[in-house]
């Protein structure tokens, strides 16, 4: 049987392999050819072996048919880098690349389900809300109550995975942005968010302690109230970065307001407050840091001891079921969308399956 070759626009494989993040001699090497080779693919596009195409678009999680457009697509905004990152290591690893492209898919389905008048709606308040990054403290209050959680509401959650959870809720089903949680390499990302286009979007590492991404979830909150997409990580800002500064001060005062932080410089004492709160060790020492009420010394002195703590372990695997990850990865609010544009005839099965990841089957067992 003769081999098929194909010939395509050279310039839509080289922008699907930069969108996949690989280097030449890494795509090379899974296609079993000679970097020499695919660069000359690169350039010319002729005559590549269908095999070889086919294991191109699986490497970059593309259906074949994106390579024989006649038309190079546009790149996938990327949000502004906020880490505290030298050049060497602020390359996006190809899983964090994928993140985006998905949750890029994610919006424009919401979008394309809801209509672009529906999420202006949501976002109404906004204008008013924006005036309120420069006084974190006093914007408080409005924001409880934009949200319907008090104080007593945070104070009553016993665990950090249960104050997540109704965080993330409150968020999408009050402000009308979806919350996403992925897998991500810890030291590349804690968080990202999008505001280049409809919906909103806030996007948490799942790595990360249920206490990190609740703090997330309101860092990347300031900078959607800048209307700011923003990537971060925000256990690394300084002083000196200062969006992502009062970013973080934000945050810290939402999360643990003024009247709550009790002077003390013992750990233990540090431990049991954070709890109560359900925010991390370290986000209540510089609360401690920022109210005064604790000395430049002892703050670094204490910081060290926390950092010592932790552990980099990784989580333990294990067999989780499709349904239940997918909507541990969506979010409730995006994931029971789709689910209702379906049953309604407003998307097919397909584009719900593409949008959830699931097979028809698991479909309609959730319907």
Same mark, same amino acid.
């Given at each position: 049987? %003769? $081999? ?18 690989? &280097? ?5 090497? #899974? ?7 695919? #660069?000359?693919? @690169?350039?010319?596009?002729?005559? *590549? ?12 999680? $593309? ?63 906004? &204008? ?76 948490? %590492? ?7 991404? *609740? ?19 925000? @256990? ?39 709890? #109560? ?8 020492? $510089?609360?401690? #840091? ?5 000395? &430049? ?71």
């Amino acid at each position: 049987m %003769n $081999r098929v070759e194909i010939n395509i626009n050279p310039l839509v494989l080289r922008w699907a392999r930069e969108e996949a993040g690989f &280097d030449l001699s890494e795509i090379a090497e #899974k296609v079993g050819i000679k970097s020499d080779r695919y #660069k000359l693919w @690169e350039k010319e596009g002729k005559n *590549i072996p269908l095999g070889k195409l086919k294991t191109i678009a699986n490497a970059y999680k $593309r259906q074949l048919a994106v390579f024989l457009l006649p038309e190079v697509p546009a790149k996938i905004n990327k949000p502004k880098d906020y880490r505290n990152l030298s050049p060497a290591e602020s390359k996006l690893s190809k899983k964090v690349l994928d993140v985006i492209r998905d949750v890029t898919y994610f919006r424009e389905t919401a979008l394309e389900m809801q209509g672009e008048s529906y999420w202006k709606s949501r976002y109404e308040w906004l &204008d008013k809300a924006k005036r309120g990054i420069k006084d974190g403290e006093s914007y408080s209050k409005h924001l409880r109550e934009l949200l319907d959680v008090s104080i007593e509401d945070q104070l009553s959650w016993k665990t950090e995975n249960e104050a997540y959870k109704n965080w993330r809720l409150a968020v999408e089903e009050k402000l009308g942005i979806f919350v996403f949680q992925f897998p991500m390499p810890m030291d590349e990302v804690h968080g990202f968010c999008f505001t280049d286009s409809l919906p909103y979007a806030i996007v948490t %590492n799942s790595n990360h302690s249920y206490a990190g991404r *609740i703090f997330t979830i309101f860092h990347e909150l300031a900078h959607i109230l800048r209307h700011q997409s923003g990537m971060c990580l925000h @256990e690394k800002a300084t002083e000196k970065q200062k969006e992502e500064w009062e970013c973080n001060a934000f945050a810290g005062k939402f999360l643990a307001p003024s009247n709550l932080i009790e002077k003390t410089d013992d750990l233990n004492d540090i431990k049991s407050y954070a709890s #109560k709160l359900n925010i991390s060790r370290e986000v209540y020492l $510089r609360r401690l #840091k920022e109210e005064n009420l604790i000395s &430049d010394m002892k703050f670094f002195k204490l910081l060290d001891q926390i950092k010592a703590t932790y552990k980099s372990t990784p989580k333990k695997g294990g067999f989780v079921k499709p349904e239940v990850k997918s909507r541990a990865t969506r979010g409730e609010t995006f994931f029971n969308m789709v689910l209702d544009a379906m049953y309604n005839n407003q998307i097919s099965y397909t584009k719900a399956s593409n949008a959830l990841n699931l097979n028809l089957s698991a479909l309609l067992n959730e319907v």
